[in-house]
């Protein structure tokens, strides 16, 4: 049990911002924050739905600003192109436009009023059930207070217990106000009109009650307290759950909840290990570097937290997921730059394909407004989505060049679409959903590129959020703190478009759907230049001899062929291979933020690199990491090891699922035509063991012991035909059929 315990040794602490150390639970629609206190606590309620003041404006003609640039990066005037570049055109044509911001519910304030000096502190989440606790001792009796949010009926269920009677005061507070509170027969609820946000609360259990102002005070030992949070109008009536037992209700949730949770099982650390709080992990981590059961519980918080923020009928993760106890958040909005992909990297082989579809519907939903973009800022037929989109707001949005002239948002997530479709085989989605989503993007890569001499070229082309090194100096009067993107053939846009189309064509064959233009994909295809290679013996950023790279930034874009993608492996072009590598190498530790560390891991892992991998994820430990395991940005306390950005510390989960991608690609990687088993284990980890990983037809069971015996067990779901690599040690051709499965032994003797 202890190893699907997550523990911490004190309250919230984060001053004045204490939601960003609370702990969180939440069923996908409603986000819960408990912060842990003792005489003043606080259960913070956020809903998925509630966004405010966006404004989505109707996009005006900016084709001739576009061609503008275009003309002066060809004749290589780039200040000039960043000056005058799309987003201070459209300002000054008066352009309306914004991104919405999620706003909180509300919270629910318990007061309570000890009589003695506390000891014996502890909160943390049953991560295996979605359950959170916090327990305490006030003189020799102990209190208990136990929380879930149902993920099978949407309501919160507390249980609040004690050896003696206590008092505990129950008041709610909206986000704008609550405007009315109702006491009801069995507890309360109150609304705010003007946010359409409601919290009932009622109580369950042998207690008495006593109305007070603005709330209720619940006097018992041992009681339940539910709490349902509506927005919009919406509406869960309590009374049908009256008659309900805690451990009924809990019940109920860990049947649907459980199940995603144990899909997928990696153990990297002894059971003792975990025994140790998140304090006492994390205090290993500054004296040395993290211990292997941090780098386990990571993995189990980010999955767990990953499906607290999930449902087949709600938004996709945004950078806070459901859990923020402010409004007006810095970077609420979804970025698909980086950091929505990001956060959806483990899902498939983590056995969590359920969350993609709101995925690809999110985006897909808005088509309309994509083509409308690409064709009054561009000129273009088909798709063009701007990096920064909210639940109403999909057009150009920020005045930010590096996202304004950015052009392969749309054929990044058609790598996600891609891969659910490999993975789950969901033929309706395809059809329907994926392969128009493709082809329109398609549509705008074939009106976007130039020719010179028969090769493709992309001009303007931005490599996010990159300049390059020769042209930082350019005075672009540039207020976006970004000097110079607008540049030309990035290339993370050719990697992109060459993988979107060699995917639209296999979709082509497969379904029959856009058969006559297969041709000029084709085409296309074989216009895309080959990679470059700088004088360092690094890939170049930008395919232009022009252009220099900076090495000193946090995104890694043109390593796009290795990672997320896997176009370029060791075994189909090692000299390219080891020239991707180098140009990680080169990039700046120090110009890191909590996400590009994790990016990083992730690649260094792809590499086979497994110290570098885990030396990253140690940075974030030292850096960016809280005692919650919630990720910031950057290292607010100023310890030289990440970027510094204003003295911030902005909550982004996108480093949290990023790390878990990262373990799982330490300990196994699918790549077209191959099963990698333990490519990247850092020897930290002496032991192990993976259960049920998912790649395309099957799953992979295997164990490794510090003697270096190795049993691995492949199971097929479907005809199986690929290599079966154990790194370092074995290599065959595996064969199955569907329903079969094989057991092998190895041994690194």
Not at 101 to 129: C, E, M, W
Not at 260 to 270: C, F
Not at 647 to 658: E, H, K, M, Q, R
Request: glycine residues 8%.
């Amino acid at each position: 049990m202890s190893r699907h315990l997550y523990t911490i040794d004190r309250p919230a602490s984060c001053y004045g911002q204490v939601w960003r150390e609370a702990l969180p639970l939440g069923n996908g629609f409603t986000g819960v924050l408990i912060y842990g206190a003792i005489a003043e606590e606080t259960v913070h309620f956020n809903r998925y739905d509630l966004w405010e003041n966006g404004v989505d404006g109707a996009v005006p003609d900016m084709t001739d600003t576009f061609r503008k640039m275009r003309e002066d990066i060809i004749h290589g005037d780039y200040a000039a192109a960043n000056r005058d570049n799309i987003m201070y055109a459209l300002l000054g044509k008066g352009y309306a436009s914004c991104t919405e911001t999620p706003f909180p519910l509300g919270a629910l304030r318990l007061s309570f009023s000890p009589d003695n000096v506390f000891k014996h502190y502890r909160r943390g989440i049953d991560l295996q059930k979605g359950e959170a606790f916090v327990e305490f001792c006030v003189g020799e009796h102990k209190y208990v207070r136990k929380a879930f949010v149902s993920r099978d009926s949407d309501i919160t269920v507390m249980r609040m217990s004690a050896d003696i009677e206590f008092t505990v005061k129950y008041t709610p507070e909206l986000f704008g106000g609550a405007d009315s509170i109702e006491m009801t027969g069995n507890g309360f609820r109150a609304a705010c009109a003007e946010k359409e946000t409601a919290m009932n609360v009622a109580f369950i259990g042998d207690f008495m009650s006593k109305n007070v102002e603005n709330g209720v005070e619940i006097t018992g030992r041992d009681y339940m307290v539910l709490v349902c949070c509506s927005s919009h109008g919406s509406h869960i009536d309590l009374d049908g759950y009256l008659s309900e037992t805690y451990e009924t209700l809990l019940s109920k949730h860990t049947a649907l909840y459980t199940p995603l949770y144990d899909a997928v099982d990696i153990r990297l650390a002894e059971e003792a290990e975990f025994e140790k709080s998140n304090d006492k992990l994390l205090d290993e981590a500054f004296e040395d570097r993290m211990p292997a059961a941090l780098i386990e519980r990571c993995w189990r918080f980010g999955r767990y937290l990953f499906i607290s923020a999930t449902a087949e009928n709600s938004y996709p993760v945004h950078l806070y997921g459901l859990w923020f106890g402010e409004n007006k958040l810095l970077w609420s909005q979804y970025v698909a730059n980086e950091n929505v992909e990001m956060t959806y990297w483990h899902a498939l082989p983590g056995g969590l394909a359920y969350a993609l579809p709101p995925l690809i519907r999110y985006y897909t939903s808005r088509t309309a407004k994509f083509r409308e973009c690409a064709k009054q800022v561009f000129g273009m037929n088909g798709i063009w989505i701007s990096a920064y989109t909210t639940p109403h707001v999909g057009g150009l949005s920020v005045p930010v060049s590096v996202i304004s002239n950015w052009i392969s948002c749309a054929g990044w997530l058609c790598r996600h679409f891609c891969e659910y479709y490999v993975y789950s085989g969901d033929e309706q989605l395809l059809r329907e959903e994926i392969l128009p989503f493709m082809h329109e993007t398609a549509c705008f890569y074939c009106d976007y590129v130039i020719f010179d001499d028969g090769k493709v070229q992309f001009v303007p082309s931005v490599s996010p959020e990159n300049t390059p090194r020769n042209l930082m100096e350019l005075d672009t009067q540039s207020a976006t703190g970004h000097n110079c993107p607008a540049a030309k053939n990035a290339t993370m846009d050719f990697a992109i478009m060459k993988e979107l189309l060699t995917n639209l064509l296999a979709g082509i064959e497969s379904t029959g759907m856009y058969a006559d233009e297969a041709d000029e994909y084709r085409r296309l295809l074989s216009a895309i230049p080959g990679y470059m290679v700088n004088s360092d013996g690094a890939v170049k950023e930008w395919m232009s001899a022009e252009l220099d790279d900076n090495y000193e930034h946090r995104h890694l874009s043109h390593i796009y062929p290795v990672f997320p993608g896997n176009e370029v492996t060791e075994d189909n072009a090692p000299e390219l291979f080891a020239a991707f590598r180098r140009a990680v190498e080169l990039r700046e530790l120090g110009s890191q933020v909590g996400w590009s560390l994790t990016h990083m891991a992730n690649i260094y892992a792809r590499f086979g690199l497994a110290e570098k991998a885990a030396e990253c994820l140690d940075v974030l430990s030292k850096s960016v990491l809280l005692p919650n395991l919630f990720t910031l940005h950057n290292d607010w306390r100023h310890m030289g090891m990440t970027l510094n950005w204003k003295d911030s510390a902005i909550v982004c989960l996108d480093a949290v699922f990023g790390a878990v991608s990262a373990v799982q690609e330490m300990v196994f990687r699918y790549e077209k035509d191959a099963l990698v088993i333990l490519p990247a284990v850092p020897e930290r980890v002496l032991s192990g063991s993976v259960r049920g990983i998912v790649f395309p037809g099957g799953t992979a069971d295997f164990a490794w012991d510090e003697g270096g015996k190795i049993r691995l067990t492949v199971k097929a779901a479907a005809d199986i035909d690929t290599k079966l690599i154990i790194r370092g040690i074995h290599r065959e051709r595996l064969n199955l059929n569907a329903g079969e499965s094989r057991t092998l032994e190895f041994s690194r003797d």
